[in-house]
């Protein structure tokens, strides 16, 4: 099972689009772009291998793993990035503003029904996160070092 983000860089946020082989699930929130500052920025783009993952806190999520000078990045319910993300993503149906979304509990729900019944398959799952916005990526890593 191939996920795939699609993100538009902002000053105060990361919004993305949410695919899942290919077809449309939601949008994303994340942290803007700082470098991957540790619970400060989202993470690099590139593939990541998602594994299931259950805390008390998220209760069931999914959890990347290799991410480059980063840990415990997981993708979660939560509407407000900037209050409610450490460098994680969180799915959303529908886009509020940047780093802003609703209904995250729903479009959750749906990826993990979706995510279960791959790994009941015996399928890899896999991550891969791509700019819509190249240019707006590399000057706000710029002015952001």
């Known amino acids: 099972m191939e ?3 699609e993100r538009s860089y902002f000053k105060e946020g990361t919004n993305g689009v949410l695919f899942v082989n290919g077809k449309f699930l939601g949008f994303t929130i994340e942290l803007p772009w700082i470098d991957n ?3 400060k920025s989202c993470i690099p783009e590139g593939r990541y291998i998602l ?3 259950f805390s008390e806190k998220f209760k069931n999520h999914l959890v ?3 991410v480059n000078q980063r840990t415990l990045i997981l993708i979660h319910s939560a509407n407000h990035a900037k209050t409610e993300l450490r460098g994680c993503i969180a799915p959303v149906t ?3 503003g940047i780093g802003k979304g609703i209904y995250s509990r729903d479009t959750m729900q749906k990826l ?3 995510v279960y019944q791959a790994q ?3 399928e890899k799952i896999t991550l891969t996160i791509k700019s819509q916005n190249y240019e707006n990526y590399r000057s706000l890593s710029k002015t952001n070092s």
């Open 51 to 53: 594994k299931v993952r």
């Open 3 to 5: 996920l795939t983000i």
């Open 120 to 122: 009941n398959r015996k």
């Open 112 to 114: 993990m029904s979706l």
């Open 94 to 96: 529908y886009l509020t």
């Open 37 to 39: 500052l540790k619970n």
């Open 64 to 66: 990347l793993e290799n």
